[in-house]
């Protein structure tokens, strides 16, 4: 995404969250979601970041949900893009359901050492290609990322966009916040004809669709 974005003049930030990526010598049993947000929210204010348009996809939307209540002066909106939104004192394994949150659990416990739940599989229709360039960059991830509820005071919040991918396929765990932001005012509702990740399975059809958003006042 991050050419598309240059190409159609937008300065990029993608922020790595503490214990995945290039930052994945740093992980340890201790990291949770506030690390998260206080990673993206530390690249807001180092970089002086304004009229930012903040994009949370899967998990990300729990970390962009705590991001936009910590640094709310410094952003335009919000885009969630197939990704969990989460309410007051709610966590990735309440939203996930109890089913889910138990084989999360028993895979940090097994292949995880404990702490770390290993990625998620990819979308079946995911390129090979893409499928072999991903893999060796994904990580396993905090187990407490996924088991802190958030915190949140603020009783206005910034305007909201919620991309549904309609592929997602079996166990879908967004269809529920795709509902929400069909009904609740506040939301405003997009689908994209993609599995999980648009970004990597279709960006050129994500990016139009985030101009789009991005265009919008």
């Known amino acids: 995404m991050r050419p598309l974005f240059r190409d159609a003049g937008h300065e990029f930030f993608s922020p790595t969250y503490t214990g995945l990526g290039e ?49 709310r002066r410094r952003i335009a909106r ?32 097994g292949e995880g050492g404990g702490w770390r739940v290993p990625a998620m599989p990819m979308p079946p229709d995911t390129a090979p290609a893409d ?19 958030i915190r949140l005071q603020s009783t206005e919040p910034l305007p909201r966009h919620y991309i549904y991918a309609k592929k997602s396929g079996p166990g879908d765990v967004f269809r529920q916040f795709a509902e929400r932001a069909k009904s609740d005012s506040g939301w405003k509702y997009y689908e994209i004809d ?3 990740n648009p970004h990597i399975t279709c960006p050129q059809d994500l990016m139009a669709l985030l101009t789009r958003i991005m265009a919008d006042k």
Do not use: C
Not at 29 to 47: C, G, K, M, Q, R
Not at 131 to 146: E, I
């Open 23 to 71: 930052r994945a010598h740093l992980s340890n049993p201790e990291i949770d979601l506030s690390t998260h947000i206080n990673d993206v929210a530390a690249v807001l204010d180092f970089e002086d970041l304004k009229d930012v348009t903040l994009i949370g996809h899967s998990y990300g939307g729990m970390v962009a949900t705590g991001v936009a209540e910590k640094a």
């Open 78 to 109: 919000v885009v969630y893009l197939d990704a969990f939104a989460p309410k007051d004192g709610e966590s990735l394994f309440d939203l996930v359901g109890p089913q889910a949150a138990e084989n999360m659990l028993g895979k940090a416990k």
């Open 131 to 149: 499928v072999s360039w991903a893999t060796p960059r994904r990580r396993s991830q905090p187990l407490k990322s996924f088991e802190q509820k």
């Open 194 to 196: 993609a599995s999980h």
